[in-house]
């Protein structure tokens, strides 16, 4: 099956990133490297970070000491004291040509994305050149700042306004890509550069500072804290997978005692992450609301007679509200953040009284149902269904998200899970 097409916006950027990277490159093929000590140092080092980044984590940016290097080569001015003479199309040249080199095995391995993710780089490498190159060289920025702590000052704060850039520029991305909400992406983005991103900003000052005055001798020693940095990430990441497949193989349990249809707890949590994007939910609601889906029909484990095809939403509301607090009760003994427990007991609850991940899950649980038992046309009698619900049962607002995302995703959802 073929991938879908990138919608047009994403594939005019990548269009335009991509003449830039050719201009950039047959400028500096034409003319040759300026400094070619300081780019080949610098274009190592990014490599080394591209190497060392780790594929399919979550976290906003997975090389990070090849992003801080990159920076850092863009805000540089001075070498050992001595001026630098390298120009926008330079950098650009450099960081494209290293962070090509750099993600060869990855891409061998079939890691990724790497278009998204270089495409991103560019940009945001492209922004911090042409704020500080053409100023530095043109000599504005010593006669503004001097050369003293006030020239460090405007160094850093041109960095904050990349990370901005950088934080508009994937939420704009990924609205583009996956059509959810700008705001809630931009929101996140922005939570995350209060993390590994102000790291990599404050790495990325310090080398260039640090360059300046010591020479090339500097970035191995400023870039060893980063470096080790990442890779304690990279081992946070590979736990945390692991803890999500645990709960997904916790969820299955429901499936191979029979209690319910194959697949249900993944189609429910995928689906139910979609609409809590949909909805403007944060990344740390997303992943309570994913487990707590995951894990919503545990509670049947208890039941001795098994629920007809696991069709929990046909039965009386108290039996509704039984087999939740079982599953709630499960949910507890085995670990899992307390607000996933809460999440699975409320299911059964008005959806006045719930969460709103409880809202969601109780209504994506009962569409999934639903439009499984309906046959032909089973999808639109489900959302029928739930609209007529929507008095007490059904949130309306967590009704029509779940049809907008069937809308737009064909009766799928894409969203990724552990």
């Not at 494209?96 to 061998?108: D, K, N």
């Amino acid at each position: 099956m073929n991938p879908p097409r990138p919608p047009l916006p994403l594939i005019l950027v990548r269009a335009a990133v991509v003449l830039l990277v050719a201009v950039a490159l047959a400028v500096t093929l034409w003319r040759g490297l300026d400094e070619r000590g300081a780019a080949l140092a610098f274009g190592l080092l990014i490599a080394v970070g591209e190497l060392a980044r780790w594929s399919g984590a979550e976290e906003r940016e997975s090389a990070p000491l090849g992003a801080a290097g990159a920076l850092a080569y863009a805000l540089l001015g001075e070498n050992g004291g001595q001026p630098t003479h390298h120009g926008v199309l330079q950098v650009v040249a450099v960081v494209v040509a290293a962070s090509l080199l750099g993600c060869v095995p990855h891409v061998a391995k079939g890691h990724g994305p790497t278009i998204d993710h270089l495409t991103r780089r560019v940009l945001t490498v492209t922004f911090a050149a042409v704020c500080f190159q053409p100023l530095y060289n043109q000599g504005r920025l010593k006669e503004w700042a001097g050369e003293g702590p006030l020239y460090a000052v405007l160094v850093v704060a041109l960095l904050v306004l990349t990370a901005l850039w950088d934080a508009v520029l994937a939420a704009a991305m990924a609205h583009a890509r996956t059509r959810w909400p700008f705001g809630p992406l931009l929101r996140d983005e922005l939570r995350g550069t209060l993390g590994i991103g102000s790291a990599v900003c404050a790495t990325g000052a310090v080398m260039a500072l640090a360059v300046a005055v010591a020479g090339l001798w500097a970035l191995p020693v400023f870039s060893l804290p980063l470096l080790l940095t990442q890779l304690s990430f990279r081992r946070y990441a590979a736990v945390r997978t692991t803890y999500r497949q645990t709960i997904a193989s916790l969820a299955r349990a429901t499936e191979i005692a029979g209690y319910t249809p194959a697949g249900h707890a993944r189609r429910v949590a995928a689906l139910s992450r979609a609409v809590g994007r949909e909805l403007g939910l944060s990344e740390p609601q997303l992943t309570v609301l994913e487990y707590a889906a995951l894990m919503h029909d545990i509670g049947q484990l208890s039941l001795v007679d098994p629920v007809p095809a696991g069709a929990t939403a046909a039965l009386a509301p108290d039996d509704q509200r039984r087999i939740a607090l079982l599953g709630g009760a499960v949910v507890r003994q085995t670990g899992v953040d307390a607000e996933v427990a809460v999440v699975v007991e409320r299911q059964a609850d008005p959806y006045r009284d719930q969460p709103v991940s409880a809202r969601i899950v109780r209504a994506v649980n009962a569409y999934e149902e639903k439009a499984r038992e309906a046959g032909p046309g089973g999808p639109l009698k489900a959302l029928e269904e739930l609209r007529l619900g929507t008095a007490r049962d059904y949130q309306p607002e967590v009704v029509e998200s779940l049809a907008r995302v069937l809308a737009r995703t064909g009766g799928t959802a894409r969203e990724p899970l552990g």
